[in-house]
């Protein structure tokens, strides 16, 4: 097994938000290949268009059917499933996540324009108290 360091310890405080997801099967656009731990894709809220918006720097962590973080780097990940999301720049947590981060608003995983998956807002976790402590 090749273990993952969870973020909380990483970054020292805890993940923003919590989504439920799926991921985009290769016949709808999706990858070809399996995710795993670790994936470094963007997000991108629905509704925007990019080419004015732009992407933003927001990392899943993936959560098993328990809740707890997926500790094998080995192990493909679910289609669908729960995750930790984790804004990676605290300026942009102030300026604009904090008033776009909202139960029930959907988004999508995206590497560059191409959607890679759907998510869904379930739960804020420390989204707020991040930004009022994370320069």
């Known amino acids: 097994m090749e273990a993952w360091k969870p973020y909380e310890e990483v970054r020292n405080h805890p993940p923003d938000f919590r989504i439920r997801y799926r991921f985009f099967t290769e016949q709808e656009g999706g ?3 399996p995710v795993y731990q670790g994936l ?3 997000f991108s809220y629905d509704g925007d268009n990019i080419r004015e918006t732009g992407i933003f720097a927001i990392h899943p962590e993936f959560e098993d059917e328990l809740g707890n973080v997926i500790l094998d ?4 990940i679910p289609q669908h499933g729960t995750a930790r999301m984790w804004i990676l720049f605290p300026q942009m947590r102030r300026e604009v996540h904090i008033d776009r981060i909202k139960l029930g ?3 999508y995983f995206v590497a560059g324009a191409r959607r890679l998956g759907q998510l869904e807002v379930i739960e804020i976790l420390g989204l707020y ?5 994370l320069n």
């Open 105 to 107: 608003v959907i988004g």
């Open 129 to 133: 108290e991040n930004s009022e402590k």
């Open 40 to 42: 470094r894709c963007d």
């Open 31 to 33: 990858r070809k290949n």
């Open 73 to 76: 780097r080995t192990l493909p």
